[in-house]
């Protein structure tokens, strides 16, 4: 357990750590191959296909509570475009960044529940920021979740000269030194904070956090070995290790990760059964939108989730397909919500603001 450090509000989950020329060079890329392979879509396009009920009737508008090029944008421009093509409608990308994503997620909440308004929601504002802070939304009350799409897998790295030659030999170097090893984050109650927390107290590791404003601060810090190690997203950290300037450890989904090949789960490798944690990303619609709405909604996302182009995008910004129904991410959500909420009250983290 670390000593709790006061910071700024948390660099939520997913929230664009990486570096901006990357993400600006990802999105390009995404939204060429969309163009090349016939994705995107005038609105005419859509009107052969259109149902025979009154939904939908115009264009409908999901929200992406981030910047344009960071990870949640770049899979909601994927999937808006595939799934218009199901539902029969264009579907428009809104970005309303800012607030740590809490603005464009109140925007949903707050909006019209008649299925023109969707959530690309993400870990951060949903899942951890009313864990930490007073939020102007109520998630449990005021959005329905339709359908998870995914999570981003974290990693443990070093830098390339730490001395472990495995995982299991990390570890062990870590609880023999109490209070000698220092870890990295992107900042207090950042997703990446609390997976490093877990992580730490389900071996009895006793680190010192050394919190950033962002991971990119982080990493570097990390590489050059002035701090020991951290846990970040995949997207984060990959290609510094295959550029052979991070030595990766394990990776934090239970079951491994098509998008860190090679890199064994913490759970197989450290006798850790159930430890299974990343940054979720799902759709999620205002509470009293009618049920047929989200019905048609919901099949048109889990027709989306199947093509080769949204599976081809998501690997590409290194995010894990889990497509979930409503009900099983329902309980997805209560059990991450649950998990984290322990990590923040065992090892009193708290944020301003």
């Not at 910071?7 to 995404?30: H, V, W, Y």
């Not at 443990?156 to 299991?168: E, H, M, Q, Y």
């Not at 997203?233 to 030595?247: E, N, Y």
């Not at 329902?330 to 009250?345: E, G, P, Q, T």
Request: overall charge positive; proline content about 8%; hydrophobic content about 40%.
């Amino acid at each position: 357990m670390s000593k709790p450090i006061k910071n700024s509000p948390p660099c939520a989950s997913m929230s664009g750590g990486e570096d901006p020329k990357r993400r600006e060079f990802l999105k390009t890329q995404i939204l060429l191959a969309l163009a090349t392979t016939g994705v995107i879509h005038s609105p005419e396009s859509f009107a052969a296909d259109a149902p025979k009920n009154n939904y939908p009737t115009r264009p409908i508008k999901m929200i992406v509570p981030w910047p344009p090029g960071q990870a949640t944008d770049l899979a909601a421009r994927v999937m808006s475009q595939e799934m218009s093509k199901f539902i029969g409608a264009q579907i428009i990308i809104d970005n309303k960044a800012g607030a740590g994503g809490g603005i464009g997620t109140d925007a949903v909440a707050k909006s019209t529940p008649d299925g023109y308004t969707i959530l690309a929601g993400s870990s951060g504002p949903v899942t951890v920021s009313p864990l930490l802070q007073k939020t102007p939304y109520d998630v449990e009350k005021e959005l329905i979740p339709v359908a998870m799409l995914g999570l981003s897998p974290y990693v443990l790295v070093t830098s390339v000269n730490f001395p472990a030659k495995d995982i299991r030999e990390l570890v062990d170097m870590f609880k023999s030194s109490p209070g000698k090893y220092t870890f990295a984050t992107s900042g207090t109650g950042a997703t990446a904070h609390l997976i490093t927390e877990a992580f730490n107290a389900a071996l009895g590791i006793q680190g010192v956090h050394i919190p950033y404003k962002g991971s990119v601060p982080a990493l570097t810090d990390v590489v050059s070995g002035q701090v020991h190690y951290c846990i970040e997203t995949a997207a984060s950290v990959m290609p510094l290790v295959r550029g052979g300037k991070l030595k990766p450890f394990g990776v934090s989904l239970e079951k491994g990760s098509i998008v860190t090949p090679g890199i064994p789960s913490m759970a197989s490798t450290l006798d850790l059964p159930g430890f299974d944690m990343g940054a979720w990303l799902g759709l999620m619609v205002p509470t009293g939108t009618p049920k047929d709405v989200i019905d048609k909604i919901s099949s048109a996302t889990e027709k989306a989730m199947s093509s080769a182009e949204v599976k081809q995008a998501f690997n590409t910004i290194a995010l894990e397909i889990d497509y979930r129904r409503s009900d099983d991410f329902i309980k997805y959500l209560k059990n991450i919500r649950s998990a984290f909420s322990d990590v923040i009250k065992k090892n009193n983290i708290k944020v301003e603001g």
